[in-house]
């Protein structure tokens, strides 16, 4: 009798590669739930057993659904374990689906195009790969380094006083430099909070796949296109910085 309570309270699992937005959005309201990410699966935990036996789960055609029993998870009908239960970063359904953003202009991109996401500390050492520098830190640099040194990096103008530059090795100048993660890239030291909902922000901010998000230390988020990106040299940044500040 125990164990048939344990499975109505929520001792089931499912697992899906499922993305269909259409899905998430009808099972939103069970808050009973909470979601993870296991490489190209989702996971959900805490399915009551009339949940599991819901039109919404039953019409999803990639799933497999799993019973908790102890340490173990068990497909639903088998009397054999068919793994541990798996350790991921989980969070509330409702909030990892109910994420709603501003619409962006993908055409242009200004430092005012934010929107707010949380870091925290880091829990690794990760390679940097970019840096955002001031205009006329890297300007200074930039006219005296060798061609070949510069060869190797792309760069952007942010606003009217930053550029975000793109390669290693980084540049040996003051700046705050990033580790990147797909297209994310977030300052040294910090990562997000829920790593988890970087693929619905990429989906939301940057629908084209070649957009970047850039990340501040208060969590805001910038758009950067790929197309924007020029190799760095003497000539390229002279006529972008000269167009810089001809327009401010």
Known sequence: MAKNLG?????????????????????????NLSIAYEGDNIWLRGLTLIQTQSVEVMSLLHKQLFVQKEEKLFKVGS???????????WIPLKKAV??????????????????????????????????????????????????????????VILGSQHAFVLGTPLLPIQGLSFWQKGRCFFPDGLQPEFPILLPTLEQKLGSNPLDYLVFNSNGQILTVSAYQFKQLSRSSFRLSYEKTLASH
């Open 7 to 31: 499975t109505e309270l929520g001792a089931f699992y499912l697992c899906t590669s499922m993305k269909d937005e259409r899905f998430w959005g009808n099972i939103r309201h069970w808050e």
């Open 79 to 89: 009397l054999l374990p068919e793994r541990s239960i798996p350790d991921l970063a």
């Open 98 to 155: 109910g994420i709603e953003l501003p619409s962006f202009n993908f055409n242009f991109f200004y430092l005012s195009e934010k929107v707010r996401f949380d870091l925290v500390q880091a829990t690794q050492l990760r390679e940097s790969v970019a840096m955002l520098v001031d205009l006329s830190v890297l300007k200074d640099y930039v006219e005296t380094a060798p061609a070949l040194r510069l060869s190797v990096l792309k760069w």
